[in-house]
């Protein structure tokens, strides 16, 4: 039975309802301070922790509930005759339900200008006290650090007179969460503070398994990140299918990263397979930017990853029958476009995040390595400026499509060539892309260059087929941006772009033999931005 709570928090949200609740179903409520006075305020009767210790709160609400009448009605084990008996002669009378939330420390720290001394009497020293006794004791107490308990506690309380055995380890285990996060929050500002040291804890939460890891024989699982907003696969709700692999969390996160980069208004499609973009457009509609996209690397769609940034319709679900695909990601599915892939195939999964266009809300990228983490600043940004090198200058018309053209490479494991092309005033689509290589002339030499023509082959066979394959190729091939993710270290990338009929190429710059890129380039009739801006991904 729940006959005595001590009520003491700094988020005051439903603390009033709460209480009455509980003095409703004749509890007697102990309280302090600020909390003890909104209660009274409210017509709500309570006791003074004050009351109960014989002391009065000390140097400025510091010390208040540390106090043996306090912490021994908490944690005494009602099953030991021993403890009751120390109970009784010290008249300590049991508390069975503590309802505690602390100090606003990692608020008060994230506040402009925020002095040490202002953090510091922000660190709470009773609350996680009261609230790591109570979790403790929890076969006898109920803890709440969450307001959003106190319904289905109350909920409980009206229906049985108790809080029943699961949901006080349930409380217990996010009472000790939230305690063990507190800590690591006063951790992490002091040691940076204090110690010039930057300490990193990580808080990762609600493991769901996997279908399986890498590989078959691998277990994995997805831990979320509590209270992670914005677009992420953390908060993304599949709609229909199988579960999600590894693999799949790999590539549907590469996807949200590559078509949010675009910052495109028009609809955008990206097309994802091994972790890189083999697909990637911008169109008027969805479907053309669907179709553009798949033209990009038909073969290697097999199997692949779709991302959308407008919610999927039915025209660009029938595009997609005859086609194997693992996922579609978008905000969301019309409903005809739903009912049209759920009948498709039921292992195809649907997975819809609302928050897909919403701005990211993290600054900072993390990867393990075998006994470390490394951590590094996202990469933000396309160039840092824009300089035409070569005596063929480059046609500020055609910046737009190297944007798009730098934004995919950005995507694609370096080191990386990606091949864009206009097919339609302002809709972009990546022609070909080399990914992966150890050396960068392999990108565009062995894999841009060839899969650019393999594509425009098929592309010729359907819109084209009474036209010069050849010409066909030159025309459109003349009309393209080839971007690098880093320098040239040598000009045979350029000399072979230019074999391919490429004309315009945009560069980070910076190799010594920078002088040498050039005058090849100038020699070859080609044009050369270099952006300053380099953009591995590995």
Not at 82 to 108: C, K, S, W
Not at 120 to 146: M, Q, W, Y
Not at 175 to 193: G, M, N, V, W
Not at 275 to 301: F, R, V
Request: negative net charge; contains cysteine.
């Amino acid at each position: 039975m729940v006959k005595r709570a001590l009520l003491s928090v700094s988020d005051k949200a439903g603390i009033v309802e709460f209480a009455r609740g509980l003095a409703a179903l004749g509890v007697e409520l102990l309280s302090t301070g600020g909390t003890a006075r909104i209660l009274r305020d409210s017509g709500i009767e309570v006791k003074d922790v004050s009351e109960v210790t014989g002391f009065p709160e000390m140097m400025d609400g510091r010390v208040k509930t540390l106090h043996p009448n306090i912490h021994g009605a908490i944690l005494c084990n009602r099953h030991d005759p021993d403890h009751m008996d120390q109970a009784y002669n010290a008249g300590i009378e049991l508390i069975d339900l503590v309802a505690v939330n602390l100090y606003p420390f990692e608020i008060t720290v994230t506040k402009e200008g925020v002095l040490l001394e202002e953090a510091i009497e922000n660190i709470d020293i009773g609350g996680p006290t009261i609230l790591r006794s109570a979790a403790k004791n929890f076969h006898f107490v109920t803890v709440l650090c969450d307001p959003a308990d106190y319904g289905h506690v109350l909920k409980e309380i009206r229906s049985t007179g108790v809080v029943s055995e699961n949901t006080r380890k349930q409380l217990a285990v996010k009472a000790f969460r939230h305690t063990a996060y507190y800590d690591a929050t006063i951790d992490t500002y002091l040691s940076k503070e204090l110690a010039s040291e930057e300490v990193l804890h990580l808080d990762f939460t609600e493991g769901v398994e996997l279908r399986y890891g890498e590989n078959w024989h691998q277990k994995a699982k997805f831990f979320k990140e509590p209270g992670v907003k914005g677009p992420s696969l953390a908060n993304a709700r599949q709609l229909h299918g199988k579960d999600l692999s590894y693999n799949n969390y790999v590539d549907a996160d590469n996807a949200l990263l590559t078509i949010k980069d675009l910052h495109a208004e028009k609809p955008a499609v990206v097309i994802v397979k091994h972790n890189n973009p083999c697909g990637l457009a911008i169109g008027d509609t969805l479907l053309e930017a669907l179709s553009a996209a798949w033209d990009g690397d038909p073969i290697s769609a097999y199997g692949s990853i779709v991302c959308s940034n407008k919610v999927f319709d039915l025209q660009s679900a029938e595009f997609l029958e005859g086609k194997f695909i693992e996922i579609i990601l978008a905000p969301g599915f019309d409903h005809d476009a739903l009912e049209y892939l759920k009948k498709k195939s039921s292992n195809l999964r649907l997975v819809e995040l609302p928050q897909l266009n919403d701005v990211f809300d993290f600054d900072h990228t993390y990867k393990f390595v075998v006994g470390g983490l490394l951590k590094q600043s996202r990469d933000v940004g396309l160039y840092e400026k824009w300089d035409c090198v070569t005596e063929k200058e480059f046609p500020e018309s055609m910046r737009p499509l190297s944007e798009f053209c730098i934004s995919a490479c950005k995507s694609t494991k370096s080191n990386s060539i990606t091949i864009a092309y206009e097919y339609k005033k302002s809709c972009y689509m990546i022609l070909a892309m080399g990914a992966g290589q150890p050396n960068r002339v392999d990108s565009i030499r062995k894999l841009a260059g060839t899969k650019a023509r393999e594509n425009l082959k098929v592309m010729h066979e359907r819109d084209s087929p009474k036209e010069d394959f050849n010409e066909y190729c030159t025309k459109i091939l003349s009309k393209c941006v080839m971007a690098s993710d880093a320098f040239f270290p040598f000009d045979d990338s350029i000399v072979h772009a230019a074999e391919h009929g490429i004309m315009y190429v945009v560069s980070p710059g910076g190799s010594i033999r920078d002088n040498e890129v050039i005058n090849t380039a100038n020699n070859l009739g080609v044009s050369l931005v270099f952006t300053g801006m380099r953009h591995f991904l590995h």
